[in-house]
C-alpha cells in the first residue's frame, strides 16, 4: 500500500515524517515558505528554505498524482471493471507514468479494431493461437467465419474469409501486448538506456534553419543528452527545420521488415512465451509481435520518453534560470548615492536621469555625443553640470548599444571632474526597456518619456539591484536558457518563488518600498502592497511596525506572516529595525530584565550577547532556535545578507572585438550560467563563452559551483571568430590558445567520456570560434565513442 504523500516526501528530504507533516500543516494554513523557515523552526524542526521549497514542489506534484489516482479509479469502477489486484497496482502506482500505464486498457476511447474483432467473436481465437502454437492459424480461424451483423455498437462487418479472422485475431493480440503494463514498463527503461536520439535537417530548409546546424546531423544517446541541447532540438522541430526521431542504439536505420529481432521485439517475444521453432502457428504470432511492436508499442513509449526528455529539459532549464536570478536578485548594491543613470544610444541618443539616495527622479536630459550628431563637448559640459547641480557620486551606464562609447564619454568626464570623488559602473540594462513600457512605470514616472524611464532604471538597478528588478516580470530579465520554449506555468512558479526568497532574505523599509517590492514580502499581495503605499502617502512614515495593523485589509494573519520582514528604520522601537519578529519582543524584553540593561545599549554589543546562554531564555512557545536566531540578529540588526559592491574594469582601449587579441587576460562580469558554461561581459558587445571545460583546473559537473551571475571574473582569450561573432575564453589563465582546440577536446573527453562537448543554444551566436568549431565537429562524427 502507497504511504502517505507527507512519508513520501520525508523519504526525499531524508528527514522524520513529523517534519514534514507539519511543514504541509503551515503551508495548508497559508504560511509562506520564507515565514516557515525564518519563524517557525521549532515546529518544523528546522527545516530550511531550500527543503521547503522542494517540499512545496513535491507536495504540489504528489496532491496532482493523487487526484490522477482518483479519477482512474472512479472512471474504472464506473466501466465495472475494478478488480481488488487492479485497485490495489492503482493505489501502489508511485508515479504518473505507472498510474497512466495501468489505465491505458480502460481509457475511454473510440471503439478499436481489436474491441470490433473481439465483439466479433475472435477472442477464442487470438487465445487458442497464442497458447498453442501448433494449431494451423488457417484451419482454426476458418471455424470463425460469419456474415455481416448489426452489435449493439454500431455495424459489424462480421467474418467474411479466414483472412479476416486471423487480422482480428492479430488486432487483439497486439492491443494486449501494447497494454501489458510489466512489459511497457520493462521495454521504457530498455529504450530508455539504449535509445538514440537523431536529428536530420527538413530538405530544403539547410539555409532558413542555418542556426540549427549544429543539429543538421546529429546523434546522441538519450539518456545523456543534456536539457540545452534537448530543448534546441525540439525548437528546430517546433519551427520546422529539423526532424527528430528515437531508434535503438543497435539500429542504425528505421528497420526494414525483413529484418532480425532487435532486442525490444526479442523481449516481448519471451514474455509472451513466443518462438519461432517451426511450428504452424509461429511464424503468424511472430509477425503479430512485430506488428505490435512497429505500429504501436514503440510509438507510443517514443512519445512518452521524447515528453519525458522535454519536461526534464525543460525542468533544468527553469533551475537554471531560477539560480542565476538569485544571483542577479542578490547582488551586490551600491547603496544610497545620489547616482546618474545613462542608457546609452546611437541617433536616438544618451538619456539621462538623476536619482537621489532613495531613488527620487531629480533631473533628467537627451544628450548627442555620438553619431550623427557628435556633441561630444557639448554632452561633457551638460553632465559637468548635472554632477555639480546634483552631487553625483555614481554613474550607472547601460551595457547596450553604444554602451562602450558612453563608458568612454564617462570616463573623459571623470578625469574632468578628478576633484570630485565620482565612479562610473557598467549595469545590465536588461529588462530596462520592459519596465520602461511598463503600467507601473506610467503610474511611478508619469512625467516621464518612456525613453528616459530606461534610464531611471539603469541608476536605481545600480543603488539596489532588487528594489528595481523586482519591477520587472522575471521571464524578461534574460539570464535564462531557452525560457520561451518551457512551461511558463512552471517557470513563473519557480520565479516567483526565487523572487520571494530573495525579498524576505533581505528584509523592507516599509517607508520607502515601492509597491512591487512590498506585494514579494511574505504574506502581502499586490492590492495590500498597493495600500500600504496609499496609507503611507496619506498618513506619512510608519513609526512602529503596529501602525501597519491600521492599514485597511491589513489583518492579524497577514501581520504575522509579514511582519518580521517589514522593517522600520529610526522607528520608536529599534527592533522595528531588524528581522526580529513581534510576537517574540517578549523574549528580548525577558533578555533585557535579566541583564538589567536597555535596548540600545544591547543592540551591537558583540560581547555582551556571545556571552548569554540562549537556553536561559528559550520556554515551551519559544524554542532555542528562535532564541537563538533572536541573540544573532540583536548582533547585528537588519543585516544585509548581500555581498559588499565592487565593479568590473574593463580594459582600456580594448572595446571592439576587433581589439581582442588572443591570450589577452581581461576583466568581466558574468552575464549567464547555463548548463554548458559561463557568458561573461569583456565590454566589447558581445559576451564570451567560458565552456565548462574551461572553468577550473578541477573537474566542474555543474558551472554553478565555480560561477554565479553578476560575479566579476579574469578570463584569458582563447580563440576570435570575428565573422561568426565568437569569442571562446578560459578562465583558466595558464592555458594557452595555441592549444585551445585540443585541450577542448581532450577536456571533453575526459569529462564527458567523450560526448559531444555542449554548445550554446541555437538561435544566439555560441562563444567558440572557427578551430573550436572543427574540434567539436571532430566530436560529433564520433557520439557514442
Not at 763 to 782: H, I, N, T, V
Request: hydrophobic share 40%; glycine share 6%; aromatic share 6%.
Amino acid at each position: 500500500m502507497l504511504s502517505s504523500i507527507e512519508q513520501r516526501i520525508a523519504e526525499i528530504l531524508a528527514v522524520p515524517a513529523r517534519q514534514v507533516e507539519a511543514a504541509v500543516t503551515l503551508l495548508d494554513e497559508g504560511a509562506t515558505v520564507p515565514f516557515i523557515a525564518r519563524y517557525r523552526k521549532e515546529v518544523t524542526g528546522g527545516l530550511d528554505d531550500a527543503q521547503l521549497r522542494t517540499l512545496e514542489e513535491r507536495l504540489y506534484y504528489l496532491r496532482e498524482l493523487e487526484d490522477r489516482r482518483e479519477t482512474v479509479l472512479r472512471s474504472i469502477d464506473e466501466q465495472g471493471k475494478m478488480t481488488p489486484e487492479l485497485k490495489a497496482s492503482i493505489l501502489a502506482a508511485a508515479d504518473k507514468t505507472t498510474l497512466e500505464d495501468l489505465y491505458l486498457p480502460y481509457r475511454p476511447r473510440r471503439r478499436t479494431k481489436a474491441q470490433i474483432a473481439g465483439e466479433a467473436g475472435l477472442l477464442p481465437l487470438a487465445d487458442a493461437l497464442l497458447s498453442n502454437p501448433m494449431l494451423d492459424p488457417e484451419t482454426e480461424a476458418a471455424k470463425y467465419l460469419l456474415p455481416s451483423f448489426t452489435a449493439e455498437s454500431g455495424e459489424n462487418p462480421g467474418i467474411p474469409d479466414v483472412a479476416a479472422a486471423l487480422e482480428g485475431a492479430r488486432q487483439i493480440l497486439m492491443e494486449r501486448f501494447a497494454e501489458d503494463v510489466g512489459l511497457l514498463q520493462t521495454l521504457r527503461a530498455y529504450l530508455h538506456e539504449h535509445g538514440v536520439v537523431e536529428s536530420r535537417v527538413v530538405e530544403g530548409k539547410e539555409q532558413d534553419g542555418i542556426r540549427f546546424s549544429d543539429y543538421f546531423d546529429y546523434t546522441e544517446p538519450l539518456a545523456v543528452i543534456p536539457s540545452h541541447r534537448a530543448l534546441a532540438l525540439f525548437r528546430g522541430r517546433r519551427e520546422e527545420f529539423l526532424s527528430i526521431r528515437l531508434r535503438l542504439d543497435s539500429e542504425t536505420e528505421r528497420p526494414r521488415w525483413d529484418a532480425p529481432h532487435n532486442p525490444c521485439e526479442s523481449r516481448i517475444a519471451v514474455h509472451f512465451g513466443i518462438a519461432d521453432k517451426g511450428r504452424p502457428a509461429d511464424r503468424w504470432l511472430m509477425d503479430t509481435m512485430r506488428w505490435a511492436w512497429r505500429v504501436r508499442i514503440f510509438t507510443h513509449l517514443e512519445s512518452g520518453l521524447m515528453n519525458a526528455l522535454r519536461e526534464q529539459s525543460e525542468i533544468e532549464a527553469i533551475e537554471i534560470f531560477a539560480r542565476n536570478l538569485k544571483a542577479l536578485l542578490l547582488a551586490a548594491p551600491a547603496g544610497p548615492r545620489v547616482t546618474m543613470g545613462l542608457d546609452p544610444g546611437l541617433r536616438t541618443g544618451v538619456k539621462v536621469a538623476i536619482v537621489d539616495e532613495t531613488g527620487k527622479v531629480l533631473d533628467t536630459e537627451t544628450v548627442y555625443p555620438h553619431q550623427p550628431k557628435n556633441d561630444w563637448s557639448g554632452t561633457l559640459g551638460a553632465l559637468s553640470s548635472l554632477v555639480e547641480k546634483h552631487g553625483v557620486s555614481l554613474i550607472a551606464i547601460g551595457n547596450g548599444t553604444a554602451s562602450r562609447e558612453t563608458d568612454r564619454l564617462a570616463q573623459e568626464l571623470l578625469k574632468q571632474l578628478s576633484g570630485q570623488r565620482l565612479a562610473k559602473v557598467m549595469v545590465s540594462e536588461a529588462g530596462a526597456s520592459v519596465y520602461s513600457a511598463s503600467e507601473y512605470a506610467s503610474q511611478e514616472l508619469p512625467e516621464l518619456d518612456v525613453s528616459l524611464r530606461g534610464a531611471v532604471s539603469i541608476a536605481r538597478r545600480l543603488q539596489d539591484p532588487l528594489a528595481e528588478l523586482v519591477k520587472i516580470d522575471p521571464k524578461s530579465i534574460g539570464v535564462g536558457q531557452y525560457q520561451h520554449d518551457v512551461s511558463q506555468h512552471g517557470l513563473a512558479r519557480s520565479l516567483d518563488a526565487v523572487v520571494e526568497d530573495c525579498v524576505n532574505a533581505i528584509g523592507v523599509d516599509v517607508n520607502t518600498a515601492s509597491a512591487p517590492l512590498l506585494a514579494r514580502v511574505s504574506g502581502i499581495g499586490e492590492t495590500l502592497a498597493r495600500n500600504i503605499v496609499a496609507y503611507r502617502d496619506q498618513h506619512g512614515r510608519f513609526a512602529s511596525r503596529a501602525d501597519l495593523k491600521s492599514v485597511p485589509r491589513l489583518g492579524e494573519k497577514t501581520f504575522e506572516l509579514s511582519a518580521g520582514f517589514l522593517r522600520i528604520p529610526d522607528g520608536e522601537n529599534p527592533l522595528d529595525a531588524s528581522a526580529v519578529h513581534p510576537e517574540s519582543y517578549p523574549v528580548v524584553e525577558k533578555i533585557l530584565a535579566d541583564i538589567k540593561k536597555d535596548i540600545k545599549t544591547v543592540i551591537g554589543d558583540k560581547a555582551l550577547l556571545e556571552s548569554l546562554m540562549p537556553q536561559r531564555y528559550a520556554d515551551e512557545r519559544f524554542g532555542l532556535p528562535t532564541v537563538t536566531d533572536i541573540l544573532s540578529e540583536l548582533e547585528k540588526p537588519g543585516r544585509d545578507p548581500r555581498p559588499a559592491f565592487v565593479n568590473a574594469a574593463f580594459k582600456e582601449g580594448v572595446e571592439e572585438m576587433s581589439d581582442l587579441e588572443s591570450d589577452m587576460i581581461l576583466e568581466g562580469v558574468v552575464t549567464n550560467v547555463t548548463a554548458f558554461g559561463a557568458f561573461v561581459d569583456i565590454g566589447v558587445h558581445q559576451d564570451g563563452l567560458v565552456h565548462i571545460s574551461a572553468l577550473s583546473d578541477k573537474f566542474v559537473k555543474d558551472p554553478h559551483q565555480v560561477v554565479r551571475t553578476g560575479q566579476i571574473v579574469k578570463v584569458k582569450v582563447m580563440e576570435v571568430d570575428l565573422k561568426r561573432r565568437r569569442i571562446a575564453l578560459s578562465m583558466r589563465l595558464t592555458d594557452s590558445s595555441a592549444s585551445a582546440p585540443e585541450k577542448i577536446v581532450a577536456d571533453a573527453k575526459k569529462a564527458g567520456k567523450g560526448k559531444k562537448p555542449d554548445r550554446q543554444e541555437a538561435g544566439k551566436p555560441a562563444a567558440s570560434g572557427s578551430a573550436m568549431a572543427d574540434a567539436f565537429s571532430r566530436l560529433k562524427q564520433k557520439p557514442g565513442k
